[in-house]
């Protein structure tokens, strides 16, 4: 089954910036979309952005809209997610996932196939 490897977190302090990948690892499969998703302790997983293959259309949570950008490379591939001005309520594990729905939104249980996982602590 197709997996996903996240890197790119890390430690950084308030007001700073990190940028997260996300590529395909070992399986093949086809979606058409990606989603980026955090989750801290003791909370539930958020959808907070996610792009279509088809068009490139981004879609984002309220709390990062303005702060985060979702991108693909050129190879199409991988996935980033630029992080800007960082806040403390912005630590957690940060996954990413493929859907197989054109438009899927940010709703976890609509994507297939996820990524491990990389921390994100930002420091006050």
């Known amino acids: 089954q197709l997996q996903f490897a996240e890197s790119g977190g890390g430690l950084v302090q308030v007001g700073g910036s990190l940028r997260l990948s996300c590529a395909p690892g070992g399986g093949t499969a086809v979606y058409y979309a990606v989603g980026w998703f955090r989750q801290a302790p003791g909370k539930e997983r958020e959808g907070i952005a996610c792009?279509?293959?088809?068009?490139?259309?981004?879609f984002y949570a309220d709390s990062v809209k303005g702060r985060f950008t979702v991108s693909r490379a050129k190879d199409k591939n991988t996935v980033f997610l630029q992080m800007n001005d960082l806040k403390p309520d912005d630590t957690a594990v940060y996954l990413c996932?493929?859907?197989?729905?054109?438009?899927?939104?940010?709703?976890?249980?609509?994507?297939?196939?996820w990524g491990q996982g990389t921390q994100v602590t930002v420091s006050s």
């Open positions: 996932a493929a859907s197989t729905w054109r438009a899927p939104g940010l709703s976890p249980r609509v994507y297939e196939y």
């Open positions: 792009i279509s293959f088809s068009d490139d259309y981004s």
